[in-house]
Structure formats: C-alpha cells, structure tokens
C-alpha cells in the first residue's frame, strides 16, 4: 500500500498538496517536520507535514519528495491547528500563514542564495560529507549561490540537508537583509590579573598602592565585589562602587593589577542583577485581585488603567505568581513600543527567563528564540515580542498580556496573513485554556464594549501611582489666536509661554504633531501647481533638510525646484506642516536648548529610535519633537509639558475610527506629561475647541466618549455590530479598474444583498506605485452567519478570477480591515 503526506507550501495556493513516500519514510515522518519537495517544474520548498494517509490523491500523480529535513517536529501540531484557523478567519492561505509564522532560516527554497559566513569559519575539509565539501568549495570561487544552482552544480536535487548542515555547522549563512544584533552591546570586565589573585597577594598589592589611595579603593572593592558575586564585574560597576574615575581604573589595568576583556552583552540571556518586584500600592492589589477573580470565570479580561497607574507593575505580579508553575506566559506589545526601557525593566525581575522575540533580531536570532520555546526552556519562559510572536511554537501557554490592546498596529496590514494580534491571541489563549489580559489606559471601542456584554471581566484603575496627578489638558483656540496676531509660526503665545516657562526649570518638552494629512507641500502662488509624483496621485511632499520633495509611498524624489514646473513663476510658498518645520521654527525660538525630531525620518537608521530615547531620558534633549512614535507607553520622567500642534488634522480624517483615534492619541501623548509629582500640563492647540472628542479628552470623560462612539457604530452599521470586510482591487489600468470592480461589487451584491456592500470607492489616494485602486467595503451584521459568508465571498472572487480578462487584476481581502 502506498503512503502519502499532506504538506504546506510556503507559497499562496490554496490547497495542501500531497506527496508520495516510502514505508520507512513514512514511519519516520511526523506532522510539524520540515520535507523538502519539488514543485512545479523546478522549485524546490522546504514544507511542513500536516497529515500522514494512505489515500492516493485524485487529481494528479503524487510526486515523490525529496528529503526529509527534521529529526523532530519544529511546528506543534496545536500550531497546525491554529495556522488554519488563521488561514480560514482571515481569508487567506496557509502557506501564507507558514510565511510568516516561520524564521526565514527554516524557509530554505529553490531561490535562497546562500554564502559563506562572514567571519570565516577554518573547516577541516575532512569533516565535511561529499556534498558538502562540493557546496564548500564551489563558494571558494563563487560569492554567493543560489541553491538551485547548487543542485545544478552538483547535478542532484536532494541538497537541502547538506545546505542546512552546512548552517547548523556555521559554515554557510543564508542572505538576508543586514539585520542588527538588538544589543550588541560590548561592556567591558575587569578581572585581577592571576598573579594577583590570591588571598596572599592582597597585602602585596596594597602596600605597593600605598600612595594611591583611590586605587587601593579599588582594589579593595573589586575583592569586596567578587566575594559577593560570582558574575563578572564590569568596569563600570567597579567605578561606581568604589567612586573612582575611569583614569584611575587606566592606571590600574597599566599597572598589571587589572585586566580588561571586552565581551558582548547576550542576545537573549541576561546578566544583570535581578530585583524584587515592586510591592503594589492599594488600588494595584484591588485591581490584581479583581483580574483574578475575573479569571475564575473568563478567559478574557481588560485592564482599563490610566497612563501611569503601574500596569506594567500589575502585569509583572501578575507574571510571577505564574513563575513557579513553568508554564509559558506571553507579553505582546505593538512593535515600536519593544524599547529597551521595558524590556530591562522586565529583565531587572525576572532575568533570564525572558526572552525577546522582535523583527529587529537577525535571522539566527529568531530560530534560537523559536527552539527555546517549543523546547519549553527555562529561558524562554517569558516571551516578549510584537504581532508575530503569537506565532511561536508554544507547548504550555498559560497567560497572555496584550498591552496597548489599542493600538492599531497589532493589525498586519501587508502581506497576508492580514491578522489581529490581539484578536488572535484571544482565539490562540482559548486554544491553550490560557488566561489573557488586555490592558491599556484608552481601550478600543470593540473592547469596552466585549466588557461592558459581560463576555471579558473589566477592571478600572483611575488612579496614576504615587497619586500623580492626572494632566491638566487645556484647549487652545488657534483661529481666534490667528485672528489677535498671537501665533508665532505655528505656535500660540500660550503655547510658547508654557515652553519657555518648563525650559526655565530645567523641565523637559514633548512636542506632538500627528503624521496624518500634514505633511507639508509646494506650491505655486501664481498658478496653484503643485508638483505630483508620477507614480501615485498625491503631492510631493517638501522635505527641507535634504532639499527635497518626495513621495510618502514609493519613495519617488527629486530636488527642491527654484520654479513653478507648470507656469515657471519663482513665487512659490510651503503649505501644511510636518515635524520638520515644527523643528526648525523651534530651533530659531529657543536656538540655546537643545532639540530634536523623532519620525520615520530620524529613527530609520542603526537604533535611531533607542538612541533618541535615550538621550531623552539623559536630558540631553530639551524639546521632543515628534510623531505617532512618541505615544507608546513611554516612560520620562521630567516631563512637564505636552504640545499638540494641531488636533484637527487627526479629528477630520475620513474613517470611522478617527475620533476614537484621536481621543487615544490625545490621552496617550499625555499621558508623557507629570508622571512625577508635578502636576503636568497638556496644550492641545486647535481651530476647532468645541469639537466634542476634545472636549471629553480634556476633561477625561472616557465614558461619555464611548457611548457617543458606540452610538455612531451602531446607526452607521460599524464593529463592533458589523464586521467589516474590505476588498481592494489594484491594477494598472484605469479602464480595467473600472469594469473589473463593478463587476464584482454587482456579483457580491447578487449574493450578499445591496444593503451589505458599499462601493467600489475610490481611495483618498487613488492611485499608489502606478497602480490603480479601488475598494469594496462589506459589512456583515452580527446575525448573519460569518463562515458561510466567507464562503461566498470566496466563491465570488473565484468567479472573478475565472474571467480571462480581469486575470490581471490584484485582489487583496482584509477582513476586520483597519
Ligand atoms: P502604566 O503602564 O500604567 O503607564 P507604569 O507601569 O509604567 O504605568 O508605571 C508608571 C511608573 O510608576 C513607573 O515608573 C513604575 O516603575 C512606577 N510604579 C508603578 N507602580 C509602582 C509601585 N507599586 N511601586 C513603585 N513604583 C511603581
Ligand atoms: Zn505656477
Ligand atoms: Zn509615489
């Protein structure tokens, strides 16, 4: 009787295809191992195993595979069971979901170029296999291979084991892009030199240093230190000890005394001194205890704490009690809000038991992270990391954290698997029979609303640790400021007097202005030409420090014109504002302090991000000026002042999450302010204070703002009453992205009903990297059944791809778009 496997291919088709083997091989195999197999004419895929049968397939002749490359599952079958999952809610494949569940490292396929490893591995040529040598010394005359040039080198195809022995051992290294080392962090240890090290010698030394006192000192602490510890000792823990300078510490090292080693701080592992956690202040305790309680009964539960109310400290209790049990606790938090700041705070409690998973990590990185967890190691016990995280291979998941559940960035946007982290983690922890919180001082609307129907617990924590004040939030009126010629570029007097007055005691700033509908263009005062770019229908954007204008999405520039392209007049002005020139009026107000800008611009760069944080918190930077980035969960502590230059760009932006958006934001930004005892102090500067989310922002009524937003939702039919599904159409002609979208908004409207879908509408952005666009929006009420629906929708898109002429066009289906 013959066998066969179902294998995914980490590519988008449809189906699992199925693979002839061997007895033996068969006996071998178990789902979640990795099989190399041919596809197409001449591809070759690394894929994963997820059935074992005796059931020949119908359609086509089961082709043989080539090698098996595991010895051992590296995917769980509870993961098998969720990348369906994945694949079915969110309409998409698979094999996509194994994309991006995977490390690149074990995606190796026909197209991965390999290369020798960079620093230059000595091998012993005995060593190595046939195969391997062969491989070995191709890449002596050869950079780089692609690895179906290997199988054409060597004239065989089962070549994938020898390539990924060849990784195991560390000769070969795949191609990727350049990744950083997340710390690569080189700190420098002392030791005493061994003819020293002796209880014998001490006296030596001492008498020998008896006209060095501060040196003696230090002698005398590195022995004190070292019989307290058997870590090693960092030079600058040794200065700080002993109080002495680095110069002294110099002295020592040429005296022979001393001896330094450099050695890089650990990806994963941590050295560092472990505290105690923090005791919780009272409405902390209350607020644990009610989580618990909660979780007696729910799986899911929302933490609604204010900024600065010692979540995290919640979190980390939390986390503890958990420790002893050795199950395994996620912590998932939005990309950009993965600072060292929390991860060394939660490395401080719980040392090497945390491990990070972040997209910052190199390739090597991710695979060790991803062995410690599905081989439930110690050390990944604590998994921190963003979106993809929830794809780990967990064996014993028993609590999940989802902080700044808000956050819209949980949401993959491109390519599929377009997932809701937080929204899967919910389905992953129910999976698991694990316990999930979510927490965040502005929660979604969908959220709330899962509380307040009784289906998560809700806590509430109204109260900021150290009963902090909450920020005063002022509204400034800036039309009425323009109208009295108080406005000094795109600054109220108050706004400034505020700025100047913090500056003065030494306080911090934190400048806000939203990324959104503000970046500034160029344009003609005689004609109104503004120049466009060529591939998308929007305005270049004017980029003042490069003397540039470009394009926010495809990068298209060219250099700053002198005149009108149109009509040739020099009379030509800047319109909008960004953060750059927010920057540049500030540095001619205050040209004595010190500023600076975090956006996608300056942070872009080797650890642009973390080195702005940090010299922030060092008050090396007086004024911060910046976008979205400075909202997440950012922890400074002179920080007296937050700016918001302008609300209404975020208030009147067209979505129907805009006003919930801006009310997080506005909190969130604020949040930065006073969290000492200070009271801090919130500008939101606006053409429009009456608007009502300002007005419940600043006077901080969350409530009345959900029940307004709620309401909405419910009359416009939105989530959480409708889910929303949304299908863009992209092509590069505007005649084929005119028929193809009404024939399939008619289609879909035959069999989902004219009330359930809107459209096809044109985008704000109508066109993006000479591609035509055009979105079919539908919405699905509660009662209607979701699966089923889906399955409409599918059999819809088939028939539209069924038509020869509309082949062309690219469907992209979002469900629970964003
Ligand atoms: P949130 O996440 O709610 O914004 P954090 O957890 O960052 O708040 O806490 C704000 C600050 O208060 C942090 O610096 C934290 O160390 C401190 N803090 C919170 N709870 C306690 C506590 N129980 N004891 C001491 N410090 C605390
Ligand atoms: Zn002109
Ligand atoms: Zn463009």
Redesign the pocket.
């Known amino acids: 009787m013959p066998h066969f496997i179902d294998v995914i291919l980490p590519i988008p088709v449809e189906n699992t295809f199925t693979y002839l083997v061997s007895e033996a091989e068969y006996n071998y195999i178990q789902k979640g191992m990795r099989v190399a197999v041919p596809f197409g004419k001449k591809k070759v895929y690394a894929s994963i195993v997820k059935n074992k049968h005796t059931n020949a397939p119908t359609i086509y002749e089961a082709k043989e595979i080539q090698q098996i490359l595991d010895e051992d599952p590296i995917v769980t079958e509870q993961q098998l069971t969720f990348w369906s999952w994945i694949a079915n809610y969110y309409m998409c494949t698979e094999g996509e979901v194994m994309r991006a569940a995977l490390p690149k490292a074990f995606l190796l396929e026909s197209e991965t170029v390999i290369r020798l490893k960079s620093d230059g591995l000595v091998i012993n040529d005995e060593e190595l296999q046939d195969d391997e040598f062969l491989i070995y010394e191709a890449l002596q005359h050869r950079s780089e291979l692609k690895v179906h040039e290997v199988m054409d080198i060597l004239d065989k195809k089962k070549i994938l084991p020898s390539i990924q022995r060849l990784i195991d051992q560390g000769v070969l290294e795949m191609q990727e892009e350049i990744y950083e080392q997340y710390v690569p962090k080189l700190v420098k240890f002392i030791t005493i030199a061994p003819e020293y090290d002796s209880e014998e010698a001490l006296p030596v030394i001492l008498e020998e240093l008896s006209r060095a006192p501060k040196q003696r000192e230090m002698v005398l602490t590195f022995f004190s230190l070292k019989a307290k510890t058997n870590k090693p000792i960092s030079s600058q823990e040794l200065q700080k000890a002993s109080g002495a300078t680095a110069s002294q510490l110099n002295a020592l090292v040429d005296k022979g005394v001393f001896q330094t080693y450099q050695k890089r701080q650990d990806r994963v592992g941590f050295e560092g001194e472990v505290f105690e956690t ?4 009272t409405y ?1 305790a209350t607020a644990l205890s009610e989580i618990k309680t909660h979780f007696e009964t729910k799986d899911v539960t929302l933490l609604h ?1 204010v ?7 919640i979190y980390v209790q939390l986390i503890e009690e958990m420790l002893a049990t050795g199950d395994q606790i996620l912590y998932l938090l939005p990309e950009i809000a993965l600072t060292t700041q929390l991860i060394s705070r939660l490395q401080t409690y719980f040392g090497e038991r945390v491990a990070i998973f972040h997209s910052k990590y190199s390739v090597n990185e991710r695979v060790e992270v991803w062995n410690n967890v599905l081989k439930k190691m110690d050390k990944a016990q604590i998994i921190i990391g963003a979106r993809s995280a929830l794809l780990l291979p967990f064996r014993d998941l028993k609590l999940i954290v989802v902080d700044e559940e808000h956050e819209s960035s949980f949401k993959q946007y491109d390519p599929a698997p377009r997932y809701h982290a937080r929204d899967c983690a919910i389905v992953l922890g129910a999976f698991f029979k694990a316990k999930v919180l979510l927490g965040s ?1 502005t929660p979604s609307i969908e959220t709330v609303y899962n509380a307040q129907s009784g289906k998560y617990g809700y806590v509430s924590l109204k109260q900021r ?2 009963n902090i004040l909450m920020p005063e939030i002022n509204l400034v009126d800036i039309k009425e400021k323009s109208r009295k010629r108080e406005m000094t570029g795109h600054f109220s007097d108050t706004l400034l007097r505020a700025i100047t007055d913090a500056l003065a005691l030494g306080e911090q700033v934190i400048l806000f202005q939203n990324r959104r509908g503000f970046s500034p263009i160029l344009e003609c005062n005689t004609c109104g030409h503004a120049p466009q770019c060529p591939n998308c229908d929007v305005s270049l954007t004017y980029h003042k420090y490069r003397s540039q204008l470009r394009c926010h999405y495809c990068g298209y520039n060219i250099a700053l014109q002198q005149k009108c392209m149109a009509c040739g007049s020099t009379d030509l002005t800047t319109k909008g504002f960004g953060t750059e020139q927010i920057e540049a009026e500030l540095k001619e107000l205050y040209p004595d302090n010190n500023i600076a800008r975090m956006d996608s611009d300056t942070t872009r760069g080797k650890y642009g991000f973390e080195k702005l944080i940090t010299a922030f918190e060092q008050e090396q930077i007086d004024i911060l000026v910046g976008t979205q980035m400075l909202t997440k ?1 950012l ?1 400074f502590r002179n920080v007296t002042l937050v700016g918001i230059m302008n609300a209404d760009s975020m208030l009147n932006f067209p979505d129907f999450r805009a006003h919930e958006r801006s009310y997080q934001l506005i909190a969130q930004v604020s ?1 930065r302010a006073g ?1 000492t005892e200070k009271q801090g102090k919130v500008l939101v500067q606006t053409y429009n204070p009456y608007h009502q989310i300002l007005q419940q922002v600043s006077s901080n009524k969350f409530e009345e703002m959900y029940k307004e937003q709620l309401e909405e939702r419910r009359n416009f039919k939105y989530p959480p009453f409708h889910r929303l599904i949304r299908i863009t159409l992209k092509h590069r002609d505007y005649q084929k992205i005119d028929e193809s979208s009404i024939w399939l908004s008619k289609a879909l409207r035959q069999t989902l009903g004219a009330e359930a879908v809107l459209g096809p509408e044109t985008p704000s952005i109508a066109r993006i990297r000479n591609l035509y666009r055009r979105n079919i929006l539908i919405k699905i009420s509660r009662k209607q059944n979701l699966l089923e629906t889906k399955k409409t929708i599918g059999r819809v898109v088939t028939s539209f791809n069924a038509i020869a002429q509309y082949r062309s066009v690219r469907l992209v289906v979002d469900v629970d778009c964003y």
């Open positions: 923090k005791t919780l202040n902390q704490g900024t600065a109310s010692g979540k995290t400290e001082a640790h150290g969960g922890d949040g969290r």
